[in-house]
Nanobody, 124 residues
């Protein structure tokens, strides 16, 4: 099993930046892709970004492409989501997740482990 804990959320003005962290523990010796998802009030959870085990492949939702950047350091068992040029529509609870799928995946069903989420609020 892999346990995931997100941090770094908060309140920021539109145009600002935040960096979310996801710390993994437990069965971290296995290779797993990491993903970030978000859920806004009254909406379904949606894919944001994903990164392969080695970090060589990344994949982004169109809505965040060019503004968000996903990265990871396997030696630290940590992944990050750098969020720039934030917009009010980015307001959501952000979740990190781990998947044993080779490469990257945007499908929630491919992710076996999930964190508890961290709130990001962008004011206009």
């Amino acid at each position: 099993q892999v346990q995931l804990v997100e941090s770094g959320g908060g309140l920021v003005q539109a145009g600002g930046s935040l960096r979310l962290s996801c710390a993994a523990s437990g069965r971290t010796s296995s290779s797993y892709a990491m993903g970030w998802f978000r859920q806004a009030p009254g909406k379904e959870r949606e894919f944001v970004a994903a990164i392969s085990w080695g970090g060589g492949t990344t994949f982004y939702a169109d809505s965040v492409k060019g503004r968000f950047s996903i990265s990871r350091d396997n030696a630290k068992n940590t992944a990050w989501l750098q969020m720039n040029s934030l917009r009010p529509e980015d307001t959501a609870v952000y979740y990190c997740a781990a998947s044993y799928v080779l490469g990257t995946t945007h499908l929630q069903s491919d992710y076996a482990y999930w964190g508890q989420g961290t709130q990001v609020t962008v004011s206009s």
